[in-house]
């Protein structure tokens, strides 16, 4: 099993722009990296305090992720880090190596994690 990470920002605290922003997130993620729905173990969505509008978890059941267990969580306020960002840690059945994951960072939350992106 291997986690792959990824985030996102949004413009604004909409319900329909958290959801279309974490589909097009969780989307890159399956390309990058050949996933298929089947073989996820359970995603991990976190969101910034002043993110309230929809839960990030339902855009996953929107792309028809149905049976993969999902759960949401809010981050901590940090001072300096991104503002409207969603997080996810998504955990996949792979036989790829650690050094063969592809992390996806999208938007204002591009340069989170530059020692990760591809």
Request: include cysteine; hydrophobic fraction near 45%; proline fraction near 6%.
């Amino acid at each position: 099993m291997r986690g792959v990470r990824g985030a996102t920002t949004v413009d604004r605290d909409d319900a329909e722009e958290i959801l279309s922003r974490t589909s097009e997130l969780l989307c890159e993620i399956q390309r990058a990296n050949g996933i298929l729905p089947d073989d996820i173990a359970g995603i991990v969505f976190t969101i910034t305090p002043d993110l309230t509008s929809a839960f990030p978890a339902a855009a996953a059941r929107r792309l028809g992720w149905n049976l993969v267990p999902l759960i949401d969580a809010v981050e901590p306020m940090v001072s300096g880090a991104p503002e409207r960002c969603i997080r996810v840690l998504l955990f996949w059945n792979t036989s790829k190596a650690q050094h063969e994951i592809r992390h996806v960072y999208l938007r204002g939350a591009a340069g989170l994690r530059p020692d990760l992106e591809r």
